[in-house]
């Protein structure tokens, strides 16, 4: 199922949209990921598309058809909950049924598309259990066996796996991508977790204050913020402050870095540069844009990899040394690391 959302805006309270007028294009078969932090209107979006909410302006459609008023039983598009949802009273097997009898089926069919749901999630074995004797990563796989049952041609997930213990999020991440990508389903994946959502989409909107601030693949949004607030909040960034100078040359408050591509970027214009920990090296082996030598002043020890801490700069190592507070570095970084980002007026990159 493709979905187009032209000019969707919603507000609760008059006055104050939740979400501002926005338009998005999910092509068929895509893991399709909404990210922001609380508040910015992602699940506000996914319940608009689900038919739980009616927007103020714009229109929703699927396939070509339109299903802005339409209800959520008639869009052929469940929605699997973060607190799962499930009815205590009925069985694991009464549960993924419930909504294959609303569709009036025979009881055969009602049965055999139940089972094949649950033997999707591994879990026809518990078929006769109640669901409040199920652990937290088992009632999800009832709650998504119950989705899937009805044979959905668009998923909606509403933070899933927020309530799952670290290692079932990983175990949990795998089988839905895995599920999703077999069944060839369109889905749409809220979440605030920028790990769920870069190891699983095929792409991603980033949102902040009811609009998107940036569209793309994960590789994309990780490695090419176009502005401050997608960068930080994909992963831990340095910004430092610089002023194009020439073509290709950016000073800043730690030196001179050239060969910057700095072609959609005038002379004396302030800028920020973004630069994740990770693709600083410690003594490179490369043509560098920027190196210089730095006092080592702390830093975290994590196993595979040491976070350090450099006057103005955090440096992820992998494979670590061994390096002592107060000893200087040589630390050097590619052009092809170093993003450019806007500066407004009131200091912030945009």
């Not at 507000?11 to 910015?40: H, M, N, W």
């Not at 793309?216 to 401050?228: I, M, Q, S, V």
């Not at 194009?244 to 040359?249: L, P, R, T």
Request: hydrophobic share 40%.
């Amino acid at each position: 199922m493709r979905i187009k959302i032209e000019n969707l805006s919603k507000s609760y309270t008059p006055g104050k949209q939740v979400l501002r007028p926005l338009d998005l294009e999910i092509a068929s078969g895509e893991l399709f990921f909404l990210l922001g932090p609380s508040g910015c209107g992602k699940s506000t979006l996914l319940r608009l598309i689900a038919g739980f909410l009616t927007p103020d302006s714009g229109r929703i459609s699927f396939d070509g058809k339109d299903v802005t008023h339409l209800p959520p039983e008639q869009r052929n598009a469940p929605m699997v909950f973060q607190n799962y949802a499930l009815w205590p009273h009925l069985s694991v097997f009464e549960n993924v049924a419930f909504g294959l009898k609303a569709q009036k089926l025979k009881t055969s069919q009602v049965r055999e598309r139940a089972m094949e749901a649950l033997e999707i999630v591994r879990m026809s074995e518990y078929a006769e259990r109640k669901t409040p004797s199920l652990s937290g990563g088992q009632q999800q796989r009832v709650a998504l066996a119950r989705a899937l049952a009805v044979a959905p041609e668009l998923l909606l997930l509403d933070e899933p796996l927020s309530n799952l213990d670290a290692k079932l999020r990983d175990e949990m991440r795998d089988e839905l991508r895995d599920i999703c990508r077999a069944r060839k389903l369109t889905a749409v994946y809220v979440t605030h977790d920028r790990r769920e959502a870069l190891s699983m989409a095929d792409r991603m909107a980033v949102l902040e204050n009811g609009a998107i601030a940036q569209l793309g693949t994960p590789e994309e949004l990780y490695k090419h913020p176009a502005n401050r607030f997608t960068a930080s909040f994909l992963g831990e960034v340095n910004f430092i402050a610089g002023v194009v100078k020439d073509d290709g040359i950016v000073e800043s408050d730690l030196g001179i870095f050239r060969n910057l591509n700095t072609a959609n970027w005038q002379v004396n214009e302030a800028v920020e540069l973004a630069i994740r920990p990770e693709v600083i090296a410690i003594d490179p082996a490369f043509e560098c844009a920027w190196q210089s030598e730095l006092t080592l002043s702390g830093g975290s020890y994590l196993g595979e990899i040491a976070a350090w801490k450099f006057d103005q700069l955090s440096v992820n190592e992998i494979a670590p040394g061994v390096r002592k507070s107060g000893s200087r570095c040589r630390l050097g970084v590619k052009a092809d690391d170093v993003v450019i980002l806007r500066k407004a007026e009131n200091g912030a990159a945009q």
